[in-house]
């Protein structure tokens, strides 16, 4: 953890050091020894499993030691290099960036406690389906009163918008939900028309009935590539919320909880080389949600649109595991049944054989196959659980948030080096026979730092435009007026956060820092940024590490200029952090 006062005091004594030369390295605090680190990003990788242990009556464990726990990958028993239980992982008390400098390091951005995100996902789901849930929402937020428990809310619509950050005040979290208004899908896939509606009394006509045959097809052909050309659409902003939820909360300690609230997930996930059994995914499920695990149905309408860009949603999904962060899927759907057809059927009363009814209705059960199969995978590979075919929201989010208080953190190296993209399965066992334990399935062996073509800057424009901190990389900073006209944006970057590559006896980072000023209105004035991308030997780095990284961005000062937005990326890993707030602060 970076000092505060410390770093007031450098700052305002004005020690700068050119970046050309080296970057600055400051005297600072030790990070607790209580709370194990488990953020030191080198060549050797960490692999953190959540375990969410109750009785089997649900009761919360949380007095269990590390001993009690075992893991194996594909197999292979690892060896735990991190443990950290419930009770440790919620004494981290949040504290205030100090007066005029920014932060985005975790006790400065998050609360105490399990965290969990509330998520209304009005791009894959009807106008009914988001009433509903803003309806169950409004009575879950109700009925929180002095339970403490720290919810945030989003909306995911053509991007991911925060309504309200970490909140365990009932009160800010009802009028954050009071205010999202539900809306029309932006991009809502319509069932295509019958394959063939030629009226019984023309079946023998000839040629008329293969003409209006022929032309039906050609409407069907070109209604099924426009479905196709949503689902895709839909799936592409889907994987950047996903990746979005990362950057956000990725740099937060411990377990962070998303409850999904959808009528559909645009994309099927199936891992490679799982081996998990029917009896284990349906712990997935809750009581009501028994029905047998399937993926894909074949013949679906655009199926070949849902498993398209396979390598991002792999590298999505991966993300949100590695992040630890646990998606609780809830089918907005719920007992609904049959709704798409009903309006199908309304738009469609000259479809005298019937045929574009019973068209629909199996688009409708093909698609809600897929649907509910994806949602059972992502709960599978990041350790939360589905929750369908019930009308009760609430519960569902009410189960995310009890899972936080019984979630112990085990992190592993792996003993397999080689990080190829393939599937690793993960099994946890534990010594208590009288116990139930949920966690990640496993995970892909992705290295992020060998992304071809990646386009990280652009990844840095969404998040300067995104409404809440990103947390990946931390880092605390200062505005200070040089000269008439410009301003020196000051970084003190923690290095732990930062990828390290092994370079002949030395460590080289590869940092990109940016500083954008906006008006009032959020309208982007002007933007900077400089690289640091250097080896330092040993005795260098492990300053850096146990120190910080001081690194000065001067920036004209246009007239106008009321906020600043800060970010740091990682150019390897891809990882971010960001921070906003009052220039004049």
């Given at each position: 953890?970076?000092?505060k006062v410390?770093l007031?005091?450098v700052?305002?004594?004005?020690?700068?050091l050119?970046?050309a030369?080296?970057?600055?390295v400051?005297p600072?605090?030790?990070?607790?020894?209580?709370?194990p680190s488990?953020?030191v990003?080198?060549?050797?990788r960490?692999v953190v499993?959540?375990?969410v242990v109750t009785?089997?009556?649900g009761q919360?464990?949380t007095?269990?030691?590390?001993?009690d726990?075992?893991?194996?990958e594909?197999?292979?028993?690892?060896?735990?290099?991190v443990?950290t239980p419930?009770?440790?992982a919620?004494k981290a008390?949040?504290?205030p960036?100090?007066?005029?400098v920014?932060?985005?390091?975790?006790?400065n951005?998050?609360?105490?406690?399990?965290?969990t995100?509330?998520?209304i996902?009005?791009?894959?789901?009807p106008f009914?389906?988001?009433?509903y849930a803003?309806s169950?929402?409004?009575?879950y937020a109700?009925?929180?009163n002095?339970?403490?428990q720290?919810?945030?809310?989003?909306a995911l619509?053509?991007?991911?918008?925060v309504?309200?950050?970490?909140t365990s005040d009932?009160q800010i979290?009802?009028?954050?939900?009071?205010?999202?208004k539900?809306?029309?899908q932006?991009?809502?896939?319509?069932p295509?028309p019958?394959e063939?509606?030629?009226p019984?009394d023309?079946?023998?006509a000839g040629?008329?009935?293969l003409?209006?045959?022929?032309?039906q097809q050609?409407?069907?052909s070109?209604?099924?590539?426009q479905v196709?050309f949503?689902?895709e659409?839909?799936?592409?902003?889907?994987?950047?919320?996903?990746?979005?939820?990362?950057?956000m909360l990725?740099?937060l300690?411990?377990?962070?909880n998303?409850v999904?609230?959808t009528?559909?997930?645009p994309?099927?996930l199936?891992?490679?080389?799982?081996?998990?059994?029917d009896a284990e995914l349906a712990?997935?499920l809750p009581?009501n949600?028994s029905q047998?695990?399937?993926?894909?149905g074949?013949?679906?309408?655009?199926?070949?649109?849902?498993?398209?860009?396979?390598?991002?949603?792999?590298?999505a999904?991966?993300r949100?595991?590695?992040?630890n962060?646990?998606v609780?899927?809830?089918?907005?759907?719920g007992l609904?049944?049959?709704?798409?057809?009903?309006s199908?059927?309304?738009?469609?009363n000259?479809?005298?054989n019937?045929?574009?009814?019973?068209?629909?209705?199996?688009g409708?059960?093909r698609s809600?196959?897929?649907?509910?199969?994806t949602?059972?995978?992502?709960?599978?590979?990041?350790?939360?659980k589905?929750?369908m075919?019930?009308n009760e929201?609430?519960?569902?989010?009410?189960?995310a948030?009890a899972?936080?208080?019984?979630?112990y953190?085990?992190g592993y190296?792996?003993?397999?080096k080689?990080w190829?993209?393939?599937?690793?399965?993960?099994?946890v066992?534990l010594?208590?026979a009288?116990?139930?334990?949920?966690?990640?399935?496993?995970?892909f062996a992705?290295?992020?730092s060998?992304?071809?073509?990646?386009?990280?800057?652009?990844n840095?424009a969404?998040?300067?435009?995104?409404?809440a901190?990103?947390?990946?990389?931390?880092f605390?900073a200062q505005?200070?007026?040089t000269e008439?006209?410009k301003?020196?944006?000051?970084?003190?970057?923690?290095?732990?956060?930062?990828?390290a590559?092994?370079s002949g006896?030395s460590?080289?980072m590869?940092?990109?820092?940016?500083?954008s000023l906006?008006d009032s209105?959020?309208k982007?004035l002007t933007?900077?940024?400089?690289k640091?991308d250097?080896?330092f030997?040993?005795?260098?780095y492990q300053?850096?590490?146990?120190?910080?990284?001081?690194v000065?961005?001067?920036?004209?000062l246009?007239?106008?200029?009321k906020?600043m937005?800060l970010?740091?990326?990682?150019n390897?890993?891809?990882f971010?952090?960001?921070?906003?707030g009052?220039?004049?602060?």
């Open positions: 953890m970076l000092p410390t007031r005091a700052l305002s004594a004005g020690l700068i050119n970046v030369l080296t970057p600055m400051l600072a605090q030790q990070t607790s020894g209580e709370m488990i953020t990003r080198t060549t050797t960490l499993v959540d375990v009785s089997k009556s919360p464990i007095d269990l030691k590390a001993e726990f075992s893991v194996e594909n197999g292979k028993k690892q060896k735990v290099a443990f419930p009770a440790l919620s008390v949040p504290v960036a100090p007066p005029g920014l932060s985005n390091h975790p006790e951005v998050s609360p105490a406690g399990p965290l995100v509330l998520m996902d009005a791009l894959n789901s009914k389906e988001q009433a803003r169950e929402m409004l009575k109700a009925e929180q002095q339970s403490g720290s919810i945030a809310v989003v619509t053509d991007r991911l918008h309504l309200q950050q970490f009932p979290l009802l009028t954050a939900i009071k205010n999202f539900p809306q029309e932006i991009l809502q896939a319509t295509p019958p063939s509606s030629v019984a023309m079946a023998g040629q008329a009935a003409a209006i045959a022929e032309a050609q409407v069907a070109f209604a099924n590539l196709g949503d689902i659409r839909r799936t592409l902003i889907t994987i950047d919320a996903m990746r979005s939820l990362t950057r990725g740099g300690r411990g377990r962070k998303v999904w609230l009528a559909d997930l994309f099927d199936i891992p490679e080389d799982r081996s998990v059994s712990t997935l009581v949600g047998a695990p399937s993926v894909r074949s013949g679906a309408i655009a199926s070949e649109e849902r498993q398209l860009h396979g390598p991002e949603i792999k590298d999904e991966s949100l595991a590695s992040a962060i646990a609780y899927p809830v089918d907005l759907r609904f049944g049959g709704g798409m057809v009903a199908y059927s309304a738009g469609h000259n479809d005298l019937g045929a574009g009814l019973a068209n629909a209705a199996l409708q059960s809600l196959i897929n649907s509910q199969g949602m059972r995978e992502v709960a599978a590979e990041t350790g939360g589905t929750y075919n019930q929201i609430k519960l569902g989010v009410t189960l948030a899972d936080g208080r019984a979630s953190a085990i190296y792996p003993e397999n080689k190829d993209g393939k599937y690793r399965g993960i099994k066992k010594a208590h009288d116990t139930e334990v949920r966690y990640r399935k496993g995970y992705v290295d992020s060998q992304e071809k073509n990646a386009n990280y800057e652009q840095v969404t998040v300067l435009t995104f409404n901190p990103a947390t990946e990389v931390s605390m505005a200070k007026p008439p006209g301003v020196r944006i000051i970084f003190l970057v923690d290095a732990h956060t930062l990828s590559e092994d006896g460590k080289k590869n940092v990109n820092l940016y500083a906006f209105s959020g982007s933007t900077r940024s400089i640091v250097r080896a030997d040993a005795s260098t300053q850096i590490l146990d120190h910080g990284m001081m000065p961005i001067d920036v004209d246009p007239a106008g200029a906020e937005r970010a740091v990326l990682d390897k890993t891809g971010i952090g960001a921070a906003s009052p220039l004049g602060q």
